[in-house]
């Protein structure tokens, strides 16, 4: 949790799963893929819709580090006073049965907020941290998308990862299903969708 850079993009900077967890996942959402990813549900199970409750969010140790300090390619949030409105946003839409967004229905995570009139409110996320997902609904997977206030000529500067453990949902019909060990495939189950973002099976 304290080797900045590329190098230990896997990193989660709470140091270890949620709750302890051996595994957790971590998804870069490339700027040459579309700007987002997405997760299947039911691909093995069959279970394709099912309300979804919720998950445990937070930065990786490469996109924190380079908030708070900054690096070569992306700034210091809140500049070198302090005070600059920065923001790194995760938006997770929630997906129809044909595996497209639903508009409208979404949720919104700040992993790091820099606008606050009070700087010592400013914060960047570094411990996991449970996002309710309950009003997504039914949906066949899920979307995330990242945005940041730290723009360039080529897109967002901000390291472009999140680290995610234990999505719960309700298969249907079925018991809760925690989606613990299965999140790593957000890293290596990866095939690109048919418009060009990065899509992963669960």
């Known amino acids: 949790t304290t080797t900045p850079g590329y190098s230990n993009q896997y990193s ?14 971590v998804a870069y959402i490339s700027s040459w893929a579309g700007d987002y990813a997405q997760l ?37 949030f809140g500049g070198d006073d302090g005070t600059d409105p920065d ?38 996320v570094d411990e996991w941290t449970w996002v309710d997902l309950s009003s997504l609904g039914e949906v066949s997977g899920l979307e995330f998308d990242l945005s940041s206030s ?13 680290a995610m453990d234990n999505l719960a949902t309700v298969p249907i019909p079925g018991a809760l299903w925690l989606l613990g060990s299965g999140v790593s495939a957000l890293i290596f189950v990866r095939r690109r969708s048919d418009d060009g973002g990065d899509a992963y099976e669960a």
């Open 150 to 162: 730290d723009v360039g000529a080529y897109g967002m500067n901000t390291p472009a990862y999140f």
């Open 40 to 76: 299947y549900f039911g691909i093995n199970s069959g279970n394709y819709e099912q309300p979804v409750l919720g998950a445990y969010i937070t930065n990786t140790t490469y996109a924190y580090l380079s908030m708070k300090n900054g690096d070569s390619f992306a700034k210091k």
């Open 87 to 124: 923001w790194f946003k995760l938006t997770i839409y929630g997906l129809d049965s044909n595996y497209q967004r639903m508009n409208g229905n979404y949720v919104e995570f700040y992993l790091a907020d820099y606008r606050f009139d009070d700087p010592s409110q400013d914060y960047i």
């Open 12 to 25: 989660a900077i709470a140091g270890g799963g949620a709750a302890g967890s051996g595994n957790y996942g």
